[in-house]
Nanobody, 123 residues
Framework: QVELMEFGGGSVQAGGSLQLSCLIT????????TGWYRQAPGKERELVSS??????TYADSVKGRFTISQDTAKSILFLQMNSMKTEDTAVYYC??????????????????WGQGTQVTVSS
C-alpha cells in the first residue's frame, strides 16, 4: 500500500509564496508519475502539475508561477508556489500513480491520494 501525506499548507497574502511537500511511503511499485491536484469550493478537482520520468506538466493558470520537483531518494514531492493569487485558494492534494505491472503506454493516472492540505490566499 502506498501512502501520501502533504505538508506546508496555510494562509498567505496575494503575491506571496508557499511550498507544499508530500511524503510518499509504502511498498514500492513502478513510478508512473506523481502530481498535485487542487479543488476550490464549488469547483471540480483539477490537475495543477505532474512529473513523470522527469517530464513536467502545468496547468495554464499556474505556468511561470508554480514549480514541481521531487527528491526521489527521500520520496518527497514538492510544489513551490510563487506570485500567488486569490484564485489559487483551494485544497491541494498530492497524487501518485504506482503500478505493480509497469506503467505501460498510459498517461498519468493517479491511484493513490493524500488527504489534502488547505491553501488560502487573501487579497
Amino acid at each position: 500500500q502506498v501512502e501520501l501525506m502533504e505538508f506546508g499548507g496555510g494562509s498567505v497574502q496575494a503575491g506571496g509564496s508557499l511550498q507544499l511537500s508530500c511524503l510518499i511511503t509504502g511498498n514500492y511499485f513502478s513510478d508512473c508519475g506523481t502530481g498535485w491536484y487542487r479543488q476550490a469550493p464549488g469547483k471540480e478537482r483539477e490537475l495543477v502539475s505532474s512529473i513523470k520520468g522527469g517530464v513536467t506538466t502545468y496547468a495554464d493558470s499556474v505556468k511561470g508561477r508554480f514549480t514541481i520537483s521531487q527528491d526521489t531518494a527521500k520520496s518527497i514531492l514538492f510544489l513551490q508556489m510563487n506570485s500567488m493569487k486569490t484564485e489559487d485558494t483551494a485544497v491541494y492534494y498530492c497524487a501518485a500513480d504506482r503500478r505493480a505491472g509497469g506503467c505501460g503506454p498510459y498517461p498519468f493516472r493517479p491511484n493513490f491520494w493524500g488527504q489534502g492540505t488547505q491553501v488560502t490566499v487573501s487579497s
